[in-house]
């Protein structure tokens, strides 16, 4: 079975400073790796997946996150933060290609909030 | 173009009562998704379809719940009856083709509450 973790209930950082949402995983084959924004009272927004290639991806609003597949983490950051970047952040994995029909497991989200 | 729709945007009834929600995928996707969102549990995927095919529904709590995909342009969550314990944020989603590599489409979701 495929589970994901997000350790952090909430981060706090200044606006301005860089921020990091920690997200690891764990899956039997090739993970598709995937980060998800939700605001108040809306449906989760795709942010940027991994799925083969580069380690490094990008995504929307400046986001980009890292895939290290030895520690099996897929963290999410920004190199400097904007207090409209405060939400409600998942991070989400589904087996790649020889995996099975699980569909997408979501962590249980981490709370950012940006402080002025 | 327009994006996944849901509703009741809200529904507020009685437990024992049947409820039912609503999807309208995105044009054109192959793949539908029903998930359940609530501060315990936070989002849990119940049941997901294929060109209208369920292909997973090891989510689906108990057999209060149903889902149905008649045609590629809608689909059902059913509960019957419905207990306080189902009062949650359910959204649907989409995806195109190629399924699970792609990024799903959500919905605003149904705010349901169960008294």
């Known amino acids: 079975a495929q589970s994901v973790a997000q350790p952090e209930d909430q981060v706090n950082v200044a606006e301005g400073n860089p921020l990091t949402v920690k997200c690891t995983y764990s899956?039997?084959?090739?993970?598709?790796l995937f980060w998800y924004v939700q605001y108040p009272n809306r449906g989760l927004q795709f942010l940027l997946k991994y799925i083969t290639g580069d380690n490094l991806v990008k995504g929307s609003y400046g986001f980009e996150a890292e895939f290290n597949k030895s520690q099996t983490s897929f963290h999410l950051k920004k190199p400097s933060a904007l207090v409209s970047d405060s939400a409600l952040y998942f991070c989400?994995?589904?087996?790649?290609w020889g995996g099975g029909a699980d569909g997408l497991t979501f962590g249980k989200g981490t709370h950012l909030i940006i402080q002025p | 173009d327009a994006g996944v729709i849901q509703s009741p945007r809200h529904e507020v009834t009685e437990m024992g009562q049947e409820v039912t929600l609503r999807c309208k995928p995105i044009?054109?996707?192959?793949?539908l998704f029903w998930y359940r969102q609530t501060m315990m549990r936070g989002l849990e995927l119940l049941i997901y379809?294929?060109?209208?095919?369920?292909?997973?529904d090891s989510g689906m709590p108990e057999d209060r719940f149903s889902a149905k995909m008649p045609n590629a342009s809608f689909s059902t969550l059913k509960i019957q009856p419905s207990e306080p314990r189902d009062s949650a944020v359910y959204f649907c989603?989409?995806?195109?083709?190629?399924?699970?590599?792609?990024?799903?489409?959500f919905g605003d979701g149904t705010r349901l509450s169960i008294l």
């Open positions: 044009s054109g996707h192959d793949y």
């Open positions: 379809f294929n060109n209208n095919v369920p292909i997973d």
């Open positions: 989603a989409s995806s195109p083709r190629q399924g699970l590599s792609q990024p799903q489409h």
């Open positions: 989400a994995v589904s087996v790649g």
């Open positions: 899956v039997s084959g090739n993970p598709y």
